[in-house]
């Protein structure tokens, strides 16, 4: 079995560009729905629309990011809708970021810059 030491993944698309990638953690999760019987005790289980979730840390190398909250990235093949993002500054250390992203089951992401909903239409 191999063991691996530092970032073992490949991130494309602009979001981490001028950043140095410090880790990166996977999260999986399912929703899920039980049956119960008259005594209210569970007698089936099922599991359905599966989620993947993915975190960044690192620091910084250029100003800002270039990704905000409501674009994408790419992900181990996989488009990811960015949640959320932060930038931590201080006069002791390296300017950090994170980034949260998620995709769930193989729905298509609709970055903020795609909306094109017009308002009271739903269309």
């Not at 300017?95 to 795609?114: C, K, Q, V, Y």
Request: charged share 15%; proline share 2%; aromatic share 6%.
């Amino acid at each position: 079995m191999s063991r691996y030491f530092g970032v073992n993944i490949s991130v494309s698309g602009t979001t981490v560009a001028g950043c140095v990638l410090n880790g990166v953690s996977t999260k999986t999760s399912a929703q899920e729905t039980e049956a119960r019987n008259e005594k209210g005790q569970v007698t089936d289980t099922w599991l359905y629309s599966s989620k993947k979730s993915i975190s960044i840390t690192g620091v910084m190398d250029a100003e800002s990011l270039t990704n905000e909250a409501g674009s994408t990235i790419v992900f181990r093949g996989g488009t990811f809708g960015v949640n959320n993002t932060s930038v931590d500054e201080n006069n002791q250390a390296p300017t950090g970021f994170s980034l949260e992203a998620s995709r769930s089951d193989n729905a298509t992401i609709h970055p903020i810059s795609s909306n094109t909903v017009s308002p009271g239409t739903g269309t």
